[in-house]
């Protein structure tokens, strides 16, 4: 929506400043660790503590960590910073968000409340989270063009994520767990043009941006609605498939399981859950890497996903074939993984048995 060189410019320099940061600053660290590993054990246990105890004091670590909260914080705040600049054309911007949408297709709850450990933090430090601010949906999705910055246009990380999952079932109805602005959603609608496609998401401005691009796409086999993903509202067993993209890190361990109770309730006898996320390989510099990046960037449950064995909790609800996988965000992503800091990507799978 916005056409200014000058934000245009910024925003560039943020994002080039990240690819110096995603690329030599962090060979430079990794380098460091692992002169550091080779000199000197320090007779600690492998883990994230140990390089923490190995490097975390180093010069390189600091400034590290402080180009990656402080570009983030860029991305956002100032004159040319995301919201600010979408700030001007707040009233452009909300007419749009505003326009009538087909019956059905959108449905906000006037007296949602949100949950307490959603409101109080500025996730991924989106200035006042993206459910506070009308306009807050719109500045998410720019602000989802930079996330990863490694990201090339060979093909749609969402699109490669419903590649896998309808590899495992075409279902009549689907359910996208946090949807957001309904960029995960849209995939879905698009493959399974004779199903429904239901998205739910706590962020009301979120929502209406999903249904305003529905809408101006034609869309007539999806709708989102305000709900929790812990409470749908929907019936039982009443989805073949239930997905989420980016979602469970951002809820603290029993809202997870929570989550994935409120998934095996909806889900139908035989139906698949396949959630995009992150956990980290087993490479102790990876998850410390990954640990800090929650810690710097506003996202405190990243850790505790990790650490929570998720596998564990969902054979404990009654989930077969549990699966757990790395997920190629791009073509050669993998292969770049501890040559360039990116998101430890990873596809969590599992059936509710047939009756």
């Not at 883990?47 to 975390?56: D, K, Y």
């Not at 996988?325 to 360039?340: C, I, S, T």
Request: proline residues 7%.
């Amino acid at each position: 929506m916005i056409r200014d060189p000058e934000f245009d410019a910024y925003q560039g320099f943020v994002l080039a400043a990240k690819l110096y940061w995603t690329g030599p600053m962090f060979q430079e660290l990794k380098a460091r660790y692992e002169d550091r590993l080779a000199r000197d054990h320090k007779g600690l246990p492998p883990g994230p503590e140990r390089v923490q105890a190995l490097i975390g004091d180093d010069t390189t670590t600091r400034f590290f960590g402080f180009m990656e909260r402080h570009l983030q914080r860029m991305k956002y705040s100032g004159r040319l910073g995301l919201h600010p600049a979408h700030a001007v054309h707040r009233e452009a911007i909300e007419g749009q968000l505003n326009a009538p949408v087909p019956a059905g297709m959108l449905e906000i709850d006037p007296d949602f409340r949100q949950p307490k450990y959603y409101s109080s933090i500025d996730i991924h430090q989106h200035p006042g989270g993206v459910w506070s601010d009308e306009i807050a949906g719109v500045v998410y999705e720019r602000g989802a063009r930079s996330t990863t910055p490694l990201m090339s246009k060979d093909k749609d990380l969402h699109q490669r994520f419903t590649d896998i999952v309808l590899a495992r079932k075409r279902p009549a109805r689907l359910l996208d767990m946090g949807c957001g602005f309904g960029k995960s959603t849209r995939s879905f609608w698009e493959e399974l043009r004779e199903g429904e496609v239901v998205g739910v998401d706590l962020a009301a401005p979120c929502l209406k941006l999903a249904a305003q691009d529905a809408a101006a796409a034609q869309a007539r086999n999806v709708r989102f609605v305000q709900r929790s993903a812990t409470d749908t509202k929907m019936p039982d067993a009443s989805f073949g498939v239930v997905t989420s993209t980016m979602l469970l890190h951002e809820m603290p361990p029993p809202v997870i399981k929570d989550t994935l109770q409120e998934a095996w309730r909806v889900l139908e006898p035989g139906g698949w859950m396949v959630h995009l996320d992150f956990l980290p390989p087993d490479d102790e510099f990876l998850t410390w890497m990954h640990y800090g990046h929650g810690r710097r960037n506003n996202e405190p449950f990243m850790e505790p996903l990790a650490r929570m064995g998720i596998d564990g909790e969902m054979e404990r609800i009654g989930f077969t074939d549990v699966e757990i996988m790395p997920f190629e965000e791009m073509a050669g992503a993998l292969a770049l993984q501890g040559k360039k800091w990116r998101f430890p990507w990873t596809v969590i799978a599992a059936r509710k048995p047939a009756a």
